[in-house]
């Protein structure tokens, strides 16, 4: 089901200033990702992968083994395109657990893949509010504006992501590709 857009502009609107203010924010994470975070915003490109891949293994971590069997059965329907099992599993992680950030990361992924732009947007807000520096969620977001004609407001928020994770695959690209198109448009 898609939102309409004047309700979605209206979300988005009212979100935008949190997201952007999030993301430069600091959140209280454990030592580890501390220091991953600073190796990263100087690391070069190959460095940077393997530093983000230990991002998200970080984020990933639950504690609770009913939790982490949720979440990759959640993945695993994704990857099967079946997004409302998805959405199912990541949902009751969320019932659970309501501030562990990655469930609601991997259901706004899901509810975004299913066309349910409103959701997600409303998801990436809780990501970005229990965990600032998720640059994931901020790329995610980026591509909603950007697919919904808010092309100014999708490079902010890459420029955002780009702030956090200099090296995110597709976002210095998508940067690109918006200053250009911008720069065209007020030819």
Partial sequence: MRVPAAILNRIVAA??????????????????LDDLFGRLKT??????SRIEREIWIEWAKSGSPAEDLLLQRGKDAMDL????????HFSAIIDQDPEFAEAW?????????????????ADIGKVLTLNPRHFGALSGLAAILEETGKPERALEVY???LAIHPHLQGAAEA????EKQAEGQEL
């Avoid at 200033?17 to 209280?28: E, G, I, K, R």
């Avoid at 690391?43 to 940077?48: I, L, V």
């Fill in 105 to 121: 990361n991997a259901r706004a992924t899901a509810f975004y893949l299913s066309g349910a732009f409103g959701p997600a947007v």
């Fill in 175 to 178: 940067v690109e590709r918006l």
């Fill in 81 to 88: 395109g079946d997004y409302p099992a998805a959405i199912e």
């Fill in 15 to 32: 979100l935008l200033p949190l997201f952007l203010t999030c993301a430069a924010a600091l959140a209280q994470d454990n030592a580890k």
């Fill in 43 to 48: 690391a070069e490109a190959g460095e940077a």
């Fill in 159 to 161: 420029r955002a992501a």
